[in-house]
């Protein structure tokens, strides 16, 4: 089974500070992919990657960056954080199969930004 | 853009009881569907892949239910039990690009 490993588990952070979430897989993916998770909102797509050195925005990329410097390695970077910014953060590694891709999850990083 | 509406929110079941969600969404060219199951503070686990060509899918414990007509996915949990509880998503591509999430249905069951 693929394996996406996130750090930090939890963050809190301050407002107007910066912060930058880690995402590894061991399961050479080329796709990876940003989301995060709000009550009522379900998970929402932010930055996603087809291999390393690209990073393409989802549908909720304001506010945030992604860096992917190698197949393993996918980042999400928040240069200036706010409150509005709290949320679950999950990072998904894709296995491309002959009609679809699907996704593995890692166990996500709780932030809280005061 | 595109949206897949799941419902209910919320909802608690007897052990034995049925739990039933329902997803609806608005591309009629989507082909491809998945059901994620969440527990309490843990990530989200594949529960089963839905292709367009296949209407019913039985998996341990349930049943997806594709309707292409209405453009409505659904996931019935036969004889619940406490280890079901947890949030349930879907999820389809619609559009090519990425993963389109519900917002999820949390559901209890209580002995």
């Known amino acids: 089974e693929a394996a996406v490993t996130q750090s930090p588990r939890n963050k809190v952070a301050v407002t107007g500070g910066k912060v930058t979430l880690s995402c590894n897989q061991t399961n050479n993916h080329n796709n990876m992919y940003w989301y995060r998770q709000d009550t009522g909102h379900g998970l929402r797509l932010i930055h996603y990657?087809?291999?390393?050195?690209?990073?393409e925005k989802g549908d909720i990329p304001d506010g945030y960056k992604a860096s992917r410097p190698s197949q393993e390695n996918f980042s999400l970077i928040l240069e200036l954080a706010t409150p509005s910014q709290t949320s679950v953060y999950f990072c998904?590694?894709?296995?491309?199969?002959?009609?679809?891709?699907?996704?593995?999850f890692g166990s996500g990083t709780r932030l809280t930004v005061l | 853009g595109e949206q897949v509406e799941q419902r209910p929110p919320h909802l608690s079941v007897r052990e034995g009881d049925s739990a039933f969600i329902t997803c609806t969404y608005t591309?009629?060219?989507?082909?491809?569907f998945f059901w994620y199951k969440q527990e309490p503070g843990a990530s989200l686990q594949l529960l089963m892949k839905?292709?367009?060509?296949?209407e019913i899918n039985e998996g341990q414990g349930f049943t997806v239910l594709l309707n292409k007509k209405d453009k409505r996915l659904s996931l019935n949990l036969t004889a619940a039990h406490p280890g079901d509880s947890a949030a349930y998503f879907c999820?389809?591509?619609?559009?090519?690009?990425?993963?389109?999430f519900g917002t999820g249905t949390t559901v209890s069951v209580s002995p």
């Open positions: 839905v292709f367009s060509s296949t």
């Open positions: 999820a389809g591509y619609q559009g090519g690009r990425a993963l389109i």
């Open positions: 998904a590694s894709g296995e491309q199969g002959a009609l679809a891709e699907t996704l593995y």
């Open positions: 990657s087809y291999g390393a050195g690209s990073t």
């Open positions: 591309d009629p060219n989507s082909y491809y």
